[in-house]
């Protein structure tokens, strides 16, 4: 954390510290600093920062979804903490990262907001780390030299559609497993 996120998160604390508890935020503001710092002090406000909203993080999601429909506005995918992309992976190093440790690309666990969970999802960018992780999801074990046999096939698939789905990777799986 940087030392000017550490000093915008004492200001806040000193704030309500001498009573200016009403620190306002809104579902699906404009993205500013100020504002994505408040998310993360309500997401993180319990094990690190010593006080407490009162807000229960995990039904972020949820109300996100419920205004949306009574709205009936759609919430953009990219949107911070609530959009259907918040806590997806479509990068060859960025997966690879996060499959080496969530946090370094997800300061807030998806379970905190009442999110789905992460996704890794497959493009012509991603690796063989990311192949071989959902590969395993859908129960599939092979070795390093399978996967790299079986990547060449995945970036064929890859060039010609935006995103390679579960049952491509049940067709992949099988070519490799009757070769």
Known sequence: MTSDWRQLIRLQAL???????????????K?????????????KQHADLGFATGIKTQSLNPMSRLVSEIMRMHVQPNKAIVGSNAF????????????????TYEIINPDEVGADGSKIVLTARSGRSALAHR???????????EIDI?????LRLADTKKEVGEEDLHELAKISVNA
């Not at 993205?31 to 997401?43: C, G, H, S, V």
């Not at 079986?150 to 995945?154: D, P, S, T, V």
């Open 135 to 145: 590969l395993r999801i859908l129960g599939y074990d092979f070795t390093r030299n």
């Open 15 to 29: 704030l309500q510290e001498h009573g200016k508890s009403n620190a306002r935020s809104m579902v699906w503001g």
């Open 88 to 103: 997806s992976h479509s990068s060859g190093i960025h997966q690879d990262g996060f499959l080496k440790d969530a946090q």
């Open 31 to 43: 993205e500013r600093a100020i504002r994505r710092l408040k998310k993360w002090m309500i997401i």
């Open 150 to 154: 079986l990547y060449i096939e995945f």
